[in-house]
Each structure stands twice: as C-alpha cells, then as structure tokens.
C-alpha cells in the first residue's frame, strides 16, 4: 500500500484532510508527533515551520511513495523555503485548504506552493463544503492500486 506524508505549518488542515479521505470523524486536535496510519504520516506543523526540523521531513519521506504539501488559502504568508519540494526524492503533490474562507486567496496559495517547487495542478478543497476530495480520493485509489500489482 502506497503511504503519503503530509506536510504543511500549523493549522493548514492536514489531520483533517486524512480524517476526511479516511471517511474519520473530522474534529481538531493539535498532531503533536509524527502520526502514523496505514495510508498517512501526518506530521505537525512545527516540522516544517522550525527549519532544524526540516530533517525530520526529509527522513520521513523514506518511507512513503509520495508527499502532498499543505497550504492554507486563508494564511498571508508560506513556511516552504524556495524549492523545498526538490529536497525529495519523491512526487510532491500542492494541496490548497481552506479555499471557501472569506480571507481565502487561491492564487496567492498557489505561488507560495510554486515557490516551493510544486507544480500545478494544486488541488482546492474545502471541509466544509467537502470540494476537492474527490480527486484526492481517486489519487489514493490510484497508489494503493500501483502497489498492489
């Protein structure tokens, strides 16, 4: 079964978005280590937000076949360092959250992802409305597919 990493600062919705594909009850808590699952490594924000952590990312992504970084639309700001994505050596999907907040910018989301050396398509999605998913389900169906052959 392929496994994914999920990386992104705080608050950029990666537990919920596992809870969500994983058909979880979505509810909030703070990840407060590396959270592993059959399908995801969800890792917490500080990972990616505190650079000497950056390490803990990229030995992490050993054991996955492919990562997908988090942006949240509503943030003024990224904690991706310029071409981030290339540190790996695995594909590096760009993943856009909150895209139905009032404050949300979808294009500045995405030039932040682009910076990081994501390309597009960055995929959209909302909790609330639940747009995006189905993509992203129909993306896990796809890996879990490659690894059982």
Not at 50 to 67: A, G, M, N, W
Not at 103 to 118: C, D, P
Not at 119 to 141: A, K, N, V, W
Request: charged share 20%; glycine share 8%.
């Amino acid at each position: 079964m392929g496994r994914i990493l999920l990386i992104g600062g705080i608050g950029a919705g990666k537990t919920s978005l596992k809870q969500m594909l994983m058909n979880e009850q979505v509810s909030y808590r703070k990840t407060q280590m590396l959270d592993f699952s059959q399908v995801f490594i969800d890792c917490p924000g500080e990972y990616l937000e505190i650079p000497r952590f950056y390490h803990v990312l990229i030995d992490t992504s050993h054991q996955v076949s492919e990562i997908w970084a988090l942006q949240d639309a509503t943030k003024p700001r990224t904690f991706y360092p310029p071409k981030f994505a290339k540190v790996f050596n695995k594909p590096v999907m760009g993943i856009i959250t909150k895209v139905d907040l009032p404050k949300a910018n979808v294009e500045q989301a995405t030039s932040f992802l682009t910076y990081a050396g994501i390309s597009e398509p960055c995929f959209q999605t909302s909790i609330m409305t639940g747009e995006g998913y189905d993509p992203l389900r129909m993306r896990l169906e796809a890996l879990n597919g490659l690894q059982n052959d």
